[in-house]
């Protein structure tokens, strides 16, 4: 089967098979199990940004691209206030800080008022300079997705305007390869030797997240709706399709590129288990609040138990080979970061607004996935103990982002194993 990889997974130093099994029996049935926690499921986004590079498609109109909102009740209290949960503390300190804050005379509170507005303002600034995403989860537009009533899956999104995103994304947005042009976008795995490990990496976390996506939508594909094949059929049946995944990935019919794709989305997972097992002190220390105590709790176990699996797998992706050194690396890396940044802003272009939901939440997590590791902010001291230098915080949906990016990755690899049981 062309999709029974083997070898070591590229740039990394494990095998495909061990990341498989890890996966599939430990990662995969813990994340199933988060993900549905409210803290994971409510997905702040704002779907209604023009696209900033070209005219608009002016939206999909197919059925399946439609994202259903959340009713306001539907919201869990805590969510509702904006606040983040390691901020949730300071807002819920009871009666006596509350009576002290009206104590303040005018000019303390004006004073206090401003300071607290300063800070806000340059660790905003401190934070835009770390991430590797344009955020769009505050202010008009933004608005709250239960990520459970809007699963992944096929959608009938394909042709010119899919191909346009991808292409801007891989042209425009990728390195490419120093000496060759070809006037097919798509990077070919051989001419990757070309290019220096930060730029191979960037590529190939890219191409992992369009496999994961690729490998979704075959593996949720419309079988038959009640009238037969329809995707106006609201009532239709959804379940894996080998010939699709066959026609994506087999090499007969892509170049003989598919296999390297799928190799790709084992070096993404490993990056992204990376970043989350370097951010492990700091979501450990998170409250997860909703505003519901047992729920909360439950969360914060959950997520406790699969760190606790995550920092007992060895770290197969090492960070700290990548922009080392000179002004030239710091240079690479900045590009880098402006490289992704225009990718979040490409998603605003996608133009189904459920493919366009999953991509901004996955290329986000992906993003948060680089903040953790390239920020510097998380880095290990002499003895090889990880601390946490700048007390670096997450907002919550780039937490919830990263656990749903990583839960997609996991999701993606287990389903390869149950295409390759069809294939056998
Ligand atoms: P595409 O997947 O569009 O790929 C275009 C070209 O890129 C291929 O011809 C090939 O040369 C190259 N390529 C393909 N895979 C890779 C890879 N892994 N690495 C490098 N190069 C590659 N559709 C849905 O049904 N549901 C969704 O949820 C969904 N989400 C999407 C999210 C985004 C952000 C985008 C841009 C598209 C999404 N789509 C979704 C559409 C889907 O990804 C495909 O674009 C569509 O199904 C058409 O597929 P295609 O066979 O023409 O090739």
């Given at each position: 089967?062309?999709?029974?990889?083997?070898?070591?997974?590229d740039?990394?130093?494990?095998?495909?098979?061990?990341?498989?099994?890890f996966?599939?029996?430990?990662?995969?049935?813990?994340?199933?199990?988060?993900?549905?926690?409210d803290?994971?499921?409510?997905f702040?986004?704002?779907?209604?940004?023009?696209?900033p590079?070209?005219?608009d498609?002016?939206?999909?109109?197919?059925?399946?691209?439609?994202?259903?909102?959340?009713?306001?009740?539907?919201?869990?209290?805590?969510?509702?206030?904006?606040?983040?949960?390691?901020?949730?503390n300071?807002?819920?300190?009871g009666?006596?800080?509350?009576?002290?804050?009206?104590?303040?005379?005018?000019?303390?509170?004006?004073?206090?008022?401003?300071?607290?507005?300063?800070m806000?303002?340059?660790?905003?600034?401190?934070?835009?300079?770390?991430?590797?995403?344009?955020?769009?989860?505050?202010?008009?537009?933004?608005?709250?997705?239960?990520?459970?009533?809007?699963?992944e899956r096929?959608?009938?999104?394909?042709?010119?305007?899919?191909?346009?995103?991808?292409?801007?994304?891989?042209?425009?947005?990728?390195?490419?390869?120093?000496?060759?042009?070809?006037?097919?976008?798509?990077?070919?795995?051989?001419?990757?030797?070309?290019?220096?490990?930060?730029?191979?990496?960037?590529?190939?976390?890219?191409?992992?997240?369009?496999?994961?996506?690729?490998?979704?939508?075959?593996?949720k594909?419309?079988?038959?709706?009640?009238?037969?094949?329809?995707?106006?059929?609201?009532?239709?049946?959804?379940?894996?399709?080998?010939?699709?995944f066959?026609?994506?990935?087999?090499?007969?019919?892509?170049?003989?590129?598919g296999?390297?794709?799928?190799?790709?989305?084992?070096?993404?997972?490993?990056?992204?288990?990376?970043?989350?097992?370097?951010?492990?002190?700091?979501?450990e220390?998170?409250?997860?609040?909703?505003?519901?105590?047992?729920?909360?709790?439950?969360?914060?176990?959950?997520?406790k138990?699969?760190?606790?699996?995550?920092?007992?797998?060895?770290?197969?992706?090492?960070?700290?080979?990548?922009?080392?050194?000179s002004?030239?690396?710091?240079?690479?890396?900045?590009e880098?970061?402006?490289h992704?940044?225009?990718?979040?802003?490409i998603?605003?272009?996608?133009g189904?607004?459920?493919?366009?939901?999953?991509?901004?939440?996955?290329?986000?997590g992906?993003?948060?996935a680089?903040?953790?590791?390239?920020?510097?902010?998380?880095?290990?001291?002499?003895?090889?103990?990880?601390?946490?230098?700048?007390?670096?915080?997450?907002?919550?949906?780039?937490?919830?982002?990263?656990?749903?990016?990583?839960?997609?990755?996991?999701?993606?690899?287990?389903?390869?194993?149950?295409?390759?049981?069809?294939?056998?």
């Amino acid at each position: 089967c062309f999709c029974q990889l083997e070898g070591k997974i590229d740039e990394c130093s494990c095998n495909i098979d061990t990341v498989d099994s890890f996966n599939n029996v430990k990662i995969y049935p813990r994340l199933q199990s988060l993900l549905v926690k409210d803290y994971f499921r409510f997905f702040k986004v704002n779907l209604k940004r023009p696209c900033p590079f070209w005219v608009d498609d002016g939206g999909c109109a197919m059925r399946y691209c439609h994202v259903e909102y959340c009713e306001e009740n539907a919201i869990p209290v805590g969510l509702k206030g904006e606040r983040t949960a390691s901020n949730h503390n300071k807002f819920t300190a009871g009666p006596e800080s509350c009576n002290e804050h009206q104590d303040l005379g005018y000019l303390n509170k004006t004073i206090s008022e401003k300071a607290q507005h300063d800070m806000e303002k340059w660790a905003a600034h401190d934070d835009a300079l770390d991430n590797f995403c344009i955020k769009d989860d505050q202010g008009e537009g933004a608005e709250y997705v239960d990520l459970l009533l809007n699963p992944e899956r096929f959608t009938g999104y394909a042709g010119e305007s899919a191909h346009r995103v991808w292409r801007s994304i891989y042209l425009e947005n990728c390195f490419r390869p120093k000496e060759t042009f070809s006037f097919n976008p798509y990077i070919q795995a051989a001419k990757l030797n070309n290019m220096c490990l930060e730029e191979r990496a960037f590529y190939r976390a890219v191409s992992g997240l369009h496999a994961s996506i690729n490998i979704h939508l075959s593996a949720k594909y419309l079988l038959s709706g009640r009238n037969g094949l329809s995707l106006k059929d609201p009532n239709g049946e959804w379940g894996p399709k080998l010939d699709e995944f066959k026609r994506r990935f087999s090499p007969e019919l892509t170049n003989g590129e598919g296999p390297n794709w799928l190799r790709n989305l084992y070096f993404v997972y490993l990056l992204e288990l990376r970043a989350i097992a370097k951010a492990a002190p700091l979501l450990e220390r998170e409250n997860f609040y909703t505003g519901d105590d047992s729920e909360d709790y439950d969360t914060k176990m959950a997520i406790k138990d699969l760190l606790s699996v995550i920092k007992k797998f060895p770290e197969h992706f090492d960070e700290t080979t990548m922009f080392r050194g000179s002004k030239e690396a710091e240079k690479l890396k900045y590009e880098f970061k402006q490289h992704f940044r225009n990718i979040t802003r490409i998603m605003d272009c996608v133009g189904c607004d459920k493919c366009r939901l999953w991509g901004k939440l996955q290329t986000q997590g992906l993003g948060t996935a680089l903040k953790i590791l390239f920020s510097g902010k998380f880095d290990y001291d002499g003895s090889g103990k990880l601390v946490n230098k700048t007390d670096m915080q997450l907002q919550r949906n780039e937490i919830v982002s990263l656990l749903n990016a990583i839960g997609r990755l996991s999701t993606s690899i287990y389903k390869l194993d149950d295409f390759r049981q069809m294939i056998r």
